[in-house]
């Protein structure tokens, strides 16, 4: 079992900036891979950045240029830097952890992003 615990969500203005911290805990040597997902009533979840566990990145499109991912493996934690808010990254944010050997994933219980313009 892995849990994840997400923190740093939060109200800001419309250019502004949020750290979310994702924490792990468990087993996380099973971890292949964190990514951050949003997602928006009525919408599903989209892929907003991940990292692996040798530090390969991917950013969408819509943050590149704004939002970094990062970690820290001494306290099995994953960052989302975004800096640059605009009101269309309100969303819930979760954090996923992707297993090895394509053997699942768990997600964290989500938190709440609102950028007000």
């Known amino acids: 079992q892995v849990q994840l615990v997400e923190s740093g969500g939060g109200l800001v203005q419309a250019g502004g900036s949020l750290r979310l911290s994702c924490a792990a805990s468990g087993s996380t040597f099973r971890i292949n891979a964190i990514a951050w997902y949003r997602q928006t009533p009525g919408n599903q979840r989209e892929l907003v950045a991940s990292?692996?566990?040798?530090?390969?990145?991917m950013l969408a499109d819509s943050v590149k240029g704004r939002f970094t991912i990062s970690r820290d493996n001494a306290k099995n934690t994953v960052y989302l830097q975004m800096n640059s808010l605009k009101p269309e990254d309100t969303a819930v944010y979760y954090c996923?952890?992707?297993?090895?050997?394509?053997?699942?994933?768990?997600w964290g219980q989500g938190t709440q992003v609102t950028v007000s313009s």
């Open positions: 990292i692996s566990n040798v530090g390969r990145t």
């Open positions: 996923n952890a992707e297993l090895r050997y394509n053997s699942g994933s768990f």
